[in-house]
């Protein structure tokens, strides 16, 4: 199975500020089979990026991801108010489906 | 707007078997991908269960498989999860999702929430 590591735990920013967030596969199984979902709150996760940056249908470009193999990073240019949430990476290049841990951005 | 929707108890008794279907409006399961069970706890996360297409092909996670079946009705337009043996571990939040075909979920319900207690 493969383990996704996401950093840093908490990350406490301004709106308006750059996030940069880090997910690391145990195993580079992953290649770019790689996913970001936000969560909010009593929400369901909504996806943001697939394909470790392809954008989802809706996704502001402020977001944007890259990576290969055990390194990928979700990066958001100017944090929106909206955007203070739980993000988690998701890889499905090998069984079973595995998330990260989450990295909650909040308001500083 | 494809939209999913779970359903089922909301409290089992531990050993007893959960059971919750998911009801798919907006796009007719049949027309293809995986459909999907993920369940979210304080302690573990996100775990993906297991998924299934509309002729009844399943992948269930290991960690889960002995005790998982996912099935399929799609006169109903619905997919169902039973977990059997329950105990308190598995009190989470289940949510149902669409697995697109290489593997991440577009769509999701709102969840809903089981505990497992006497």
């Known amino acids: 199975e493969i383990v996704l590591t996401q950093s840093p735990g908490t990350l406490s920013l301004s709106p308006g500020e750059r996030a940069t967030l880090s997910c690391r596969a145990s195993?580079?199984?992953?290649?770019?089979?790689l996913a970001w979902y936000q969560q909010k709150p009593g929400q369901a996760p909504r996806l943001l990026i697939y394909?470790?940056?392809s954008r989802a249908t809706g996704i502001p470009d402020r977001f944007s991801g890259s990576g290969s193999g055990t390194d990928f990073t979700l990066t958001i240019s100017r944090l929106e108010p909206e955007d203070f949430a739980v993000y988690y990476c998701?890889?499905?290049?090998?069984?079973?489906?595995?998330f990260g841990g989450g990295t909650k951005v909040e308001i500083k | 707007q494809v939209q999913l929707q779970e359903s089922g108890p909301g409290l089992v008794k531990p050993s007893e078997t959960l059971s919750l279907t998911c009801t798919v409006s907006?796009?007719?399961?049949?027309?293809?991908?995986?459909w999907g069970w993920i369940r979210q706890t304080p302690g573990k996360g996100l775990e993906w269960i297991g998924s299934?297409?509309?002729?009844?092909?399943?992948f269930y996670n290991p960690s889960l498989n002995s005790r998982v079946t996912i099935s399929v009705d799609t006169s109903k337009n619905q997919f169902s999860l039973k977990l059997n043996s329950v105990t308190a571990a598995d009190t989470a939040v289940y949510y149902c999702?669409?697995?697109?075909?290489?593997?991440?979920?577009?769509?999701w319900g709102q969840g809903t929430l089981v505990t497992v207690s006497s």
């Open positions: 999702a669409r697995d697109v075909p290489s593997g991440n979920f577009d769509y």
């Open positions: 907006g796009y007719s399961i049949s027309s293809g991908y995986y």
């Open positions: 299934i297409n509309h002729g009844g092909t399943t």
């Open positions: 195993q580079s199984g992953s290649n770019t089979n």
């Open positions: 394909g470790a940056s």
């Open positions: 998701q890889q499905y290049g090998s069984a079973p489906l595995t």
